[in-house]
């Protein structure tokens, strides 16, 4: 390794590189995957807004980001600064995100839905502005099939960390219960701020952008036309979107799930924290999965797996004391089907990027991850609407006894529904045609490309 090197003598990042790009992906995930699995069902529970009301602020967000995503996409792709061309973008994106996940996990007890919407809207902009150069730049840190999948393999590690260091606060002495409430989210919100600021400063210190792809001017309608003729990138699209509704649906009701149904609010820390241990510790078993059948066949295995296990708890678990340890079985065991659903689609992205620089000689990798990041966050904002718009529709109310309608919209809105979706990603994902073989091939393509280019 030289002086000032990212890249250790083999030409893979050294450890200490990606230690250092990834750890920022811990605080990001203790603010967005409780975002999405709690923060809804918290407003529920401790303030006044409806069901209907926290569906359709979800879906308000999401036509905010119909915009911002991909226009920060575009503008990461274009900008270049003295501090680099992604570097300055997360800055500014995590002291928005900073603001607002304080206000967002310290509501006052009159906080109606003006409040809860303008907090998501500054949290998911904050999002975008810092997320999209971050995953984007990944991606520019190296050009190899395997070396992306090492990245990305990383930075899904600390979002699992992330997990579980959220899901550990309730469960310190210095809380009554372990169910989450305003004192638990209070000092979450302080030690998620605690964390994002330094850690993005180191990542912006210590890591070099990565010489990444070949650059170029392109117009928002060329981008939009590559898009379209992408092959590669519909097919994946496609099959994330299946996916992503499905855990969009079940992350937005696992809480009232196991509040409201079960009863068992006050271990709901502890089922989500053993979910996201069988999750950090499957991570090494998906990277081999993965480098021996191919990322896009490991994530179907995945969908596979998860769309089995859901209707399997639902029709298996049934309310009350006695369902506490069927639940840390089925925690356990969806935490490991989970883990090529982090790794695996942000690997993809990159590889989908290379294709449209080999036909296009235009780098759009911002773009691309801005669309991943775009429907990603649409997809659990459309689950969640939807979801909770059934819980509506059916009549089910929130911590009291229902019927058995209200309870049979609860099990197709957590797992039927979810099941059918998974199964349909999986079957589209697996027709996705950038295999290793063929992901060289095309780097060598823009090899030569750029060598003329040059001469």
Known sequence: ?????????????????????SAPALPIAMMHIPAGAVIPGFYASHTGISLATIGTIFLATRIFDAVSDPMIGYWSDRSNSRFGKRKPWLVVGALISAIAIYF?????PTAGGLWLLVCFLSLYFGWTVMEIPYRAWSAELSNDYGERTRIS???ATFGVLGTIAFMSVPLL??????EIGSDTLSVMAVLIIALLIPLVGIAVWRVDEGKGLASGRTSIKEALKAFRTNVPFRIFAGAYIFGGLANGLFVALFYIYVDSYLMLGAQFAILYLCNALSNLMSVPIWYRVMGSIGKHRALALSWLLYGLLLPAMVLTVKPGADAFVPMIVFAIAIGFSEAAIRISPFALVGDIADYDLMKSGVNRVGSYFALLIFVAKMNFAVGGAVGFLILGWVGYQVRQVNDGLADGGLFWAIAGIPAILYALAALLIYRYPLTAERHARIQKIIVRQRARRDD
Do not use: D, V
């Open 1 to 21: 390794m030289t002086a000032g090197s990212n890249k250790s003598n083999e030409g893979q990042l050294t450890r200490a590189t990606l230690l250092a790009f």
């Open 153 to 155: 393999t990383y930075i």
């Open 104 to 108: 967002l996990f310290t509501p006052p």
């Open 173 to 178: 002495p210095m809380f009554e219960t372990s």
